[in-house]
């Protein structure tokens, strides 16, 4: 497995930008595909997106799509989360997982997992 380690997160007001990193660690980065999910107390872990292992093919959560970017790094085995035009409703931990299986959403899909990182926006 990958070790995954997020930065970045924080206290942003509504309609403002923040970039969340996610560094990794052991084996192969670019073997992996890569994604972002999301979760708020008393609520299920949320699929926000996923890029591919080229960093070519981006899939997004409806909720988010033309507001966030996700993006990678095979170089610097790190895989980015830029959001903009933030709401309150973005509010939440920001979590990075790596999969195997192409074009997976599924949470149980990811085998690895970082720790998060707290997004917080003010309205």
């Known amino acids: 497995q990958v070790q995954l380690l997020e930065s970045g997160g924080g206290l942003v007001q509504a309609g403002g930008s923040l970039r969340i990193s996610c560094a990794a660690s052991g084996r192969t980065f670019s073997n992996y595909i890569m994604g972002w999910f999301r979760q708020t107390p008393g609520k299920e872990r949320e699929f926000v997106a996923t890029?591919?292992?080229?960093?070519?093919?981006?899939v997004y959560a409806d909720s988010v799509k033309g507001r966030f970017t996700i993006s990678r790094d095979n170089g610097k085995n790190t895989v980015y989360l830029q959001m903009n035009s933030l709401k309150a409703e973005d509010t939440a931990v920001y979590y990075c997982?790596?999969?195997?299986?192409?074009?997976?959403?599924?949470?149980?899909?990811?085998?690895?997992w970082g720790q998060g990182t707290q997004v917080t926006v003010s309205s």
């Open positions: 890029v591919s292992k080229s960093g070519g093919v981006t």
């Open positions: 997982a790596a999969t195997l299986s192409y074009g997976s959403r599924r949470e149980s899909d990811f085998s690895s």
